[in-house]
């Protein structure tokens, strides 16, 4: 069963398995979107909320939204869990993961 949840006293240990299966999965997909020239970054893990930036063709592509469900899709199967895949608008300059709670 699905459950939504924000992880407010989760263990440290939890919350780097989990950071480890959202990184796991933007691992899988970046290869078919830089194939077309497009990347995701993964930015920011704050309780269900997933902060990724799509970079390259991936910005002005009319299927990003299709790619965020899908993205987004996988996480849920992977966790177990309810979580928001958010894009968030910026330039391709990496910045450091952020894990929150």
């Given at each position: 069963?699905?459950?939504?949840?924000?992880?407010?006293?989760?263990?440290?240990s939890?919350?780097?398995e989990?950071?480890?299966?959202?990184?796991?999965v933007i691992?899988?997909?970046?290869?078919?979107?830089?194939?077309?020239?497009?990347?995701?970054q993964?930015?920011?893990?704050?309780?269900n909320?997933?902060?990724?930036?799509l970079?390259?063709a991936?910005?002005?592509?009319?299927?990003a939204?299709?790619?965020?469900?899908?993205?987004?899709?996988?996480?849920v199967?992977?966790?177990?869990e309810?979580?928001r895949?958010i894009?968030v608008?910026?330039?391709a300059?990496?910045q450091?993961?952020k894990?929150?709670?």
């Amino acid at each position: 069963m699905l459950v939504e949840s924000e992880h407010l006293n989760a263990p440290p240990s939890a919350d780097t398995e989990r950071a480890d299966i959202v990184r796991a999965v933007i691992e899988e997909i970046r290869p078919n979107l830089q194939r077309d020239g497009g990347d995701c970054q993964l930015l920011e893990i704050n309780g269900n909320k997933i902060m990724v930036r799509l970079t390259g063709a991936c910005v002005f592509c009319k299927l990003a939204s299709a790619t965020l469900e899908g993205i987004q899709a996988r996480m849920v199967e992977r966790l177990g869990e309810f979580v928001r895949v958010i894009p968030v608008a910026g330039g391709a300059k990496a910045q450091p993961l952020k894990i929150g709670h």
